[in-house]
Structures are given as C-alpha cells and as structure tokens.
C-alpha cells in the first residue's frame, strides 16, 4: 500500500487582512504604552511628573486597536486622544522621551513646560491635543472634518469620548452638526463604567452609548474593547466608510478602567474583587497574547524580544531626559505676547 503523508495543521488565517508583521506591531505600541505608563508612575511617585497622572491600564487595547485602521505618514488621519489614549498618540509617531518630557514639564517638552500629560499637538503625525472639558473635542473635531471634506481631501478625523462626556450638551451638539454635515468623523465612545467615580446607572437609562448616536442618525456599533483585533477591524470599516463619503461613524467600545481617574485617586468606590476580575481575566495585552500564541501566528520568543527592546527604549528614554532642566522663569511669556521683551515689567518679577 502506498504511504500516507502526516496530517499536516495550518494555523487559521489572520482576521481583518493583518500581516503577521501588522500582529507584531501591534503587540509593540501594546507593550510600549503600559511601560511608558508604569515608568510613568514610578517617576510620579518621586515627585518628578509635574501635574496629575492619567492611567490607561486596561484600556489600551481599544487605544491601539482603534489608532493603527488610521492612515500615518504624509498628510495623515488626524485623531484626538483623550487623558487614557496615550496608546493612540504611539501610533500615530509620538515618541515616548517627547511624552516623559512633557508629564515633567522640561523646557524641551513638546509644550515647553506649558502644559500638562498629553495636551500637545503633532498635526504632521496625526495628533490633536485635547480640550479637558469632556466632550468638548467633538465638534472641535467634526470641524477639522468639515475642512477635509470642503477640501476634498481624503482623510478622516477620529475622536475618543468616555461614557461620561456623551452626557454633555457639547457631544450632542457636536454630534449632530457633525451628522448633518456628513463629515468624515469616527468617534470612539469608551464605556469604560466610571465617569470619575460615577457609574453609568447615575448618569443615562440607555444600556448602549450607541443608542445616543442612532438617535442621530448616525450609524453605531458596540463591540467588546478588550478585544484588540475587533476594535480594529470595527474601526477600519468605520474609517473607510468615512472617508468614501458615508459621513459620522460611531464605535462603541466596552472596556474598564482599572486604575482612579488619575493616581491622586484611591477608588476606594470601586469593589476590589471588581478589580481583580477585570486584571485576571479580562486583561486586552493578556488576551491579545493568548491569542496570538494559541492560533500559532508569532512565537512567544518574538514576543518576549518585543518586550525587551521597549524597556531598554524606555530607559535609554528616561536617562536621556530626567535631568534636563525646567523652562526658565523669563521664557514664560513667549508664545504668549508677541514681544516678550518689550512688556512692560510687573511687581511679581522684582520677587
């Protein structure tokens, strides 16, 4: 009798028209934002973060999954990200020594020392620093829209919103310009269970944000945001609706905040064993790297390599920073006046 082959296994094919290569990145920016974030957190506990510390810790799945369906490079997308999307800023090019520089407030910061965490702006890589009044950004960002449309350019705004900014007058405002407008706009809704410390049942009776949007018109979706493949792939379909001419696109995703609303809060009013089951079984790097073993599409070995190479970046990052100097006192005005030298001098100065 003639012989039989072994059976041979192939490993299921890699959803959302993803490169092993793509599988990899992707797992980069992951791994980069929670230990550009833990680094972050051990520099705020020595006093050298000036400002509050927003924490993305369990968040960073939908972050990343959402900023990389964007287009980067020349002329790219442009996204605003909220105090817990620091992983979409990575993405789009920012460099994590720029983001220690400005959570220390160095003179070399992005801001110069003149703001805080992630309020900055890179429009040649694709970023728009945020507003702090919660939904706010959205109609700032159904304009940036408007100009691409009226231009005729092919690229699309993208902006994150948490459950409790879509209880604000602005995000219905914004959202329904936009909608009329049909502006090419993807908004990122965060169910993440805590506005501050409110939950959702205090502040609207809907079960889904994206029932707020359907009330407009809009076309809405609700995923899991843990899940780091479908949170891309909702956003790429949203992203290239969006850009042929289908207008708002809205994607809602559920996810947890496991961290207060920055590390100045104890969330002594969320319960512990809450916590825990979102870190142990609900955790969006966790799951992403179970599923990448499992469906044999990378090597842990490659994995473990990635994780390497961004902590010696992170370190070769903060020693090349942490002992820079703060702004000088006198460059305070510039920026501000258009011939700081010339005001006039004040009392406080003399001090």
């Not at 309020?119 to 959205?138: P, R, T, V």
């Not at 870190?279 to 179970?290: G, M, Q």
């Not at 902590?311 to 305070?332: F, K, M, N, Y």
Request: hydrophobic share 40%; with cysteine; aromatic share 8%.
């Amino acid at each position: 009798m003639p012989s039989r082959a072994a059976p041979t296994t192939q490993s299921p094919p890699i959803p959302a028209g993803l490169t092993r290569d793509q599988l990899l990145e992707i797992y980069r920016y992951l791994r980069l934002t929670r230990t550009l974030e833990e680094r972050l957190t051990a520099l705020y506990r020595q006093s050298k973060v000036i400002g509050g510390l927003f924490r993305s810790l369990g968040q960073e799945g939908e972050s990343v999954g959402s900023a990389y369906a964007l287009a980067r490079g020349p002329n790219p997308d442009i996204l605003s990200p909220l105090i817990r999307n620091l992983g979409s800023m990575l993405v789009m090019g920012a460099e994590p020594i720029a983001i220690l520089r400005q959570y220390m407030a160095k003179a070399e910061s992005p801001t110069r020392g003149r703001e805080l965490n992630v309020h900055f702006n890179d429009l040649d890589k694709g970023y728009l620093g945020q507003i702090s009044h919660l939904g706010d950004m959205i109609p700032v960002m159904a304009g940036i829209a408007l100009t691409f449309k009226l231009r005729g350019e092919p690229r699309v705004g993208l902006v994150y919103v948490g459950d409790g900014a879509t209880s604000t007058g602005t995000f219905h405002e914004g959202l329904n310009f936009a909608a009329v407008q049909k502006v090419p706009l993807v908004v990122i809704a965060e169910y993440n269970r805590w506005a501050y410390s409110t939950p959702p049942e205090k502040q609207f009776a809907v079960k889904d944000l994206a029932e707020k949007a359907k009330a407009y018109g809009i076309p809405a979706v609700t995923l899991d945001g843990n899940d780091v493949l479908a949170v891309y792939e909702a956003t790429r379909f949203a992203v290239e609706r969006a850009r042929s001419g289908h207008g708002v696109h809205f994607v809602e995703v559920k996810t947890y905040r496991r961290k207060g609303h920055a590390e100045h809060d104890d969330q002594h009013y969320v319960p512990k064993e809450e916590l825990d089951w979102w870190a142990k079984e609900n955790d969006p790097v966790d799951r992403y790297v179970k599923r990448l073993v499992q469906e044999e599409w990378v090597e842990e070995r490659e994995l473990k390599a990635i994780d390497d190479r961004v902590r010696v970046e992170i370190d070769q990052a903060t020693d090349a920073c942490a002992g820079e100097p703060l702004p000088p006192g006198e460059s305070a005005l510039g920026g501000v006046y258009a011939d700081p030298a010339a005001a006039p001098r004040h009392w406080y100065r003399s001090l």
